[in-house]
């Protein structure tokens, strides 16, 4: 702080103007030494050590399929199989017991669909 006012216009070549770059340039040196000095602190969001990295659209199914084996909506696998299980076990309930009606040969068929492991509701 010489008393250089850098508000008011200098005459190019003058000894303000000349003092004004020099403090100018000085004060750009120590910054790009603080830079310099200054160690970059490393970026957390690249730091992952608790998550799978996927590179691959295999790999990141994998990393996604956390359940392994275990369905976590069963309820809307439900319907379907369902359709499965009475389309193989009707025909069957219906030759063992042929003088049911098809609605009794239906209740008989719900009544094993509770027990059955087919069931997606029972796993």
Known sequence: SSGINAEWPL??????????????????NEE???EKEDPIPE?????MTDVEV???????????????GVDMHPEKRVKAAWNAFEQGRISQLRA??????LSQVR?????????????????
């Open 54 to 68: 996927a590179q691959s659209v295999e790999q990141a199914i994998e990393a996604l399929d956390i359940a392994d």
């Open 96 to 101: 063992e017991n042929p003088s049911l009606r």
């Open 11 to 28: 005459r190019p070549g003058t000894q303000a103007e000349l003092s004004l770059r020099k403090a100018e340039q000085e004060r750009e």
């Open 32 to 34: 790009a030494q603080q």
């Open 43 to 47: 970026n957390l969001n690249h730091v």
């Open 107 to 123: 209740q008989m068929l719900r009544k094993e669909w509770q027990k059955s492991p087919l069931n997606p509701m029972n796993q």
